[in-house]
T-cell receptor, first 112, second 112 residues
Framework: QQQVKQSPQSLIVQKGGISIINCAYE??????FPWYQQFPGKGPALLIA?????SEKKEGRFTISFNKSAKQFSLHIMDSQPGDSATYFC???????????FGTGTRLLVSP | KAGVTQTPRYLIKTRGQQVTLSCSPI?????VSWYQQTPGQGLQFLFE???????NKGNFPGRFSGRQFSNSRSEMNVSTLELGDSALYLC???????????FGPGTRLTVL
């Protein structure tokens, strides 16, 4: 119950297109859902995050959609750019254990 | 504000040795978490410290330990290194509760 399932494993999108990455969880003790972007050789960088009392959050080209009843959340990257090519991780914060549980990552490649 | 810093950035050790990694959190942050990142297991939670106390520990053997100092800086130690300990070790800091976590660049440990 402490897993976060992420799909797809890899994604190729054309420049200007929409990238969509999905995550699902089961544990209702998760209280915060961040997305991280990681470039090779770097640590994960916090991109955007949402709490379960909100259904959508938008920051620039990045949007999180959150479906509490389905226990699913997704990241949408609008107008994808080659510079967005990176690995994206969804995560869920366990309020009891004060830890982040990460999805397995999605390697995004935006072709020029 | 300076980000999370980790030292050293790279380490090469041999089996059986021990290693100490250091993390300096963002100024004012009191919670420090450690994660192990490997291609096979992804990002796994090691432990979390707040006000010099370990609040939670992940599912790792006792060879993995850590501590936090009064200035919130943290160290983690791995004793009797095994080949499987080769990984990127990431430190993340947050203000208090551990949900909004900011990662450092990591320490790349290679065990030969």
């Amino acid at each position: 119950q402490q897993q976060v399932k992420q799909s797809p494993q890899s994604l190729i999108v054309q420049k200007g297109g929409i990238s969509i990455i999905n995550c699902a969880y089961e544990n209702t003790a998760f209280d915060y859902f961040p997305w991280y972007q990681q470039f090779p050789g770097k640590g994960p960088a916090l991109l955007i995050a949402i709490r379960p009392d909100v259904s959508e959050k938008k920051e620039g080209r990045f949007t999180i959609s959150f479906n509490k009843s389905a226990k699913q959340f997704s990241l949408h990257i609008m107008d994808s750019q080659p510079g967005d090519s990176a690995t994206y991780f969804c995560a869920a914060h366990h309020t009891g254990f004060q830890k982040l549980v990460f999805g397995t990552g999605t390697r995004l490649l935006v072709s020029p | 504000k300076a980000g999370v810093t980790q030292t050293p950035r790279y380490l090469i050790k041999t089996r059986g040795q021990q290693v100490t990694l250091s993390c300096s959190p963002i100024s004012g942050h009191r919670s420090v978490s450690w994660y192990q990142q490997t291609p096979g297991q992804g990002l796994q939670f090691l432990f979390e410290y707040f006000s010099e106390t370990q609040r939670n520990k992940g599912n790792f053997p006792g060879r993995f330990s850590g501590r936090q100092f009064s200035n919130s800086r943290s160290e983690m130690n791995v004793s009797t290194l095994e080949l499987g300990d080769s990984a990127l070790y990431l430190c993340a800091s947050s203000l208090t509760t551990g949900n909004e976590q900011f990662f450092g660049p990591g320490t790349r440990l290679t065990v030969l």
